[in-house]
């Protein structure tokens, strides 16, 4: 089930990859990027594109989500392609969870395969630089694909008032959408409520993290 955003619970199987190149301090996956505290090798495994597709669609699901670490940090190895043409030519949509540092290639905009984004810009309270978490160029380049959807993560209401500003500072014209940060029942429920005015005086979207509230931090859900 999709947990966040737009596409909020919907069937769905998720694709997860390794490597991110930013490290947020909140990371709910840190173990598919942070070698000092987990050990990668056991962690992450090299799988045929074959073998991926056809977990990720066992089920039959609607929608499968790609997911990482950073995900567009694997676009440019043929697999990354024949992976999103196979799960296309079954039928399932396609969304990419991403951290809105990348550009999407050609080859991932191809229209036949109908990628949808979800842009997640990190905010101060991550932890990483300004100049390493906000790419105005790679901003820019997701508004003008028409494909992308922006999310971001908040705790209190001063992280809204930061999110509405780069939402202003930069055009993000498509619709915004804030989800609470937390990984336990508890924190998503005590965020949601700090945040929920301040969202809705900002005229953006209040989502929610529905895999948190069913399953907790459960790895795999």
Known sequence: MQGEGP????????????GCNLACGWCDTPY????????????????????????ALA?????VV???????????????????????????DIEVETNGTIVPTAATLEPDL???????????????PAARRIRPDVLAAFVAS???????????????D??????????LDAPVWISPEGTTVEAVLIHTKLIADRVIERGFNLGTRLHVL????????
């Open 32 to 55: 598919t990027w942070d070698g000092n505290r987990f050990d990668l090798r056991a962690e992450l495994a090299r799988q045929p594109v074959e073998a991926i597709v056809d977990r």
């Open 7 to 18: 596409s909020a619970g919907r069937r769905a199987s998720f694709v997860r990859l390794g």
């Open 162 to 171: 930061e999110a509405a500003e780069l939402a202003d500072r930069y055009h």
């Open 146 to 160: 028409g494909r992308a959807n922006f999310k971001f993560v908040c705790a209190t209401p001063d992280d809204v």
């Open 114 to 128: 109908a990628v949808r984004f979800n842009v997640s810009p990190k905010l101060a309270h991550s932890g990483d």
């Open 59 to 63: 089920g039959s699901p609607e929608l």
């Open 66 to 92: 790609i997911s990482g670490g950073e995900p567009l940090l694997h676009q440019l190895q043929p697999a990354w392609t024949r992976m999103l043409t196979m799960l296309r030519a079954a039928g399932a």
């Open 214 to 221: 069913a399953w907790g931090n459960e790895r795999g859900r």
